[in-house]
């Protein structure tokens, strides 16, 4: 007899153990996770999280299924009159690679062709000045070489002109000044290419699997590569340091050099700032070769969110309707709340 009730016994522990199991995959079966493999890495702020964000239109399918298995069901109602055409299909991208990540939780929200191998453009000065911050003081003093002839974005530096680290970033990341950005890096001891040896080591240091830089600028090269999720990891590496953060907020300043002889004026190239008020910025990036390239960060609701377009033809409308997508697609439901819905 006493054999008999310890299997027993034994027997209720494995039924409830499958219980718990079957009920905890049904929860999690609502939340989408980031991607947290050996070869992905996401930096977390540090932050309470208390509320994750799920897709509505998972909750929907699992109400519907639930509705459908009542036992008062009477089967599904279609309504035809209230159906509506959706007025933005994110599968209708022009975009080539496309990432959405919810910051605070490490969420990826929405992802297409991530890893793709593609032409970064200007959005290399984040690496340019990341270099920099570790390499340089904000007020040391660069004279400005011969850079009259680059190419692309300039905010017309002069040469010999004298001109603080800090305001050089500024020309860099606000304007996308490739004279600030060659200036920056020419200064450096070991020379252009040693800088760009320090901006290739600093991908590897931040696990970034699809980038290498030929350049500080951006400029089109074979191998000038990166990738939507790597752009990513690179922003908010970026957006870390308090200043590189303040910076690539700024619609609009001015520099001078040291003689307070020469202004120059700056104007941010990215076009949604101050158009929504939830953009807090944060890169641009174009060329003939990567087309609209485009990192936006934007703080709405108490949400955190970036998203990276590149290869786009039309960055900026992509951008704001996926700003208005992620809302319309995502609610953020505390481990209770995921529960009671399962």
């Known amino acids: 007899m006493k054999i008999i009730l310890i299997n027993n016994k034994y027997k209720l522990i494995g039924i409830l153990v499958l219980i718990a199991t079957a009920f905890f995959y049904?929860?999690?079966?609502?939340?989408?996770?980031?991607?947290?493999?050996?070869?992905?890495?996401?930096d977390v702020y540090t932050r309470e999280i208390s509320e994750i964000p799920v897709s509505k239109?998972?909750?929907?399918?699992?109400?519907?299924?639930?509705?459908?298995?009542?036992?008062?069901?009477?089967?599904?109602?279609?309504?035809?009159?209230?159906?509506?055409?959706?007025?933005?299909?994110?599968?209708?991208?022009?975009?080539?690679?496309?990432?959405?990540?919810?910051?605070y939780t490490a969420t990826q929200l929405f992802?297409?062709?991530a890893e793709r191998l593609l032409l970064p453009a200007s959005t290399t000065k984040i690496m340019t000045a990341l270099v920099a911050r570790d390499e340089y003081h904000l007020e040391d003093i660069f004279t400005v070489p011969n850079v009259a002839e680059i190419e692309g974005y300039s905010v017309g530096?002069?040469?010999n002109e004298k001109v603080s680290v800090k305001d050089l970033l500024?020309?860099?990341?606000?304007?996308?000044?490739?004279?600030?950005?060659?200036?920056l890096a020419i200064s450096h001891p070991e020379g252009l290419e040693g800088f760009v040896e320090l901006m290739n080591s600093k991908a590897k240091q931040l696990?970034?699997?699809?980038t290498f830089f030929d350049n500080p600028a951006g400029f089109d090269a074979k191998n000038?590569?990166?990738?939507?999720?790597?752009?990513?990891?690179?922003?908010?590496?970026?957006?870390?340091?308090?200043?590189?953060?303040?910076?690539?907020?700024?619609?609009?300043?001015?520099?001078?050099?040291?003689?307070?002889?020469?202004?120059?004026?700056?104007?941010?190239?990215?076009?949604?700032l101050g158009v929504d008020e939830s953009v807090v910025g944060i890169k641009t990036g174009t060329t003939e070769g990567a087309s609209e390239v485009l990192i936006t960060q934007f703080e709405r609701e108490n949400r955190n969110i970036l998203i990276v377009v590149m290869g786009s033809n039309d960055?900026?409308?992509?951008?704001?309707?996926?700003?208005?997508?992620?809302?319309?697609?995502?609610?953020?439901?505390?481990?209770?709340?995921?529960?009671?819905?399962?």
Request: charged share 30%; hydrophobic share 35%; net charge negative.
């Open 26 to 42: 049904k929860a999690t079966d609502l939340i989408t996770f980031a991607r947290n493999s050996v070869e992905k890495k996401y």
């Open 57 to 103: 239109s998972k909750l929907n399918q699992q109400e519907k299924l639930q509705e459908e298995q009542s036992p008062d069901s009477v089967g599904p109602v279609s309504d035809s009159t209230t159906s509506e055409e959706p007025s933005f299909d994110i599968n209708n991208l022009t975009s080539k690679a496309v990432y959405i990540e919810d910051i």
């Open 111 to 113: 992802e297409k062709n």
């Open 157 to 159: 530096l002069f040469k």
């Open 170 to 183: 500024k020309a860099a990341l606000i304007q996308s000044s490739n004279d600030a950005a060659y200036t």
């Open 207 to 210: 696990d970034l699997k699809s």
């Open 224 to 272: 000038q590569k990166s990738s939507a999720h790597d752009l990513a990891i690179m922003s908010k590496e970026l957006m870390k340091d308090q200043f590189l953060k303040e910076i690539v907020g700024i619609k609009e300043t001015v520099i001078t050099d040291q003689t307070n002889v020469y202004k120059h004026h700056l104007y941010n190239t990215h076009q949604l």
């Open 315 to 342: 960055r900026y409308k992509e951008t704001s309707q996926l700003i208005d997508w992620v809302f319309e697609e995502f609610v953020w439901l505390t481990p209770t709340q995921i529960i009671e819905k399962s």
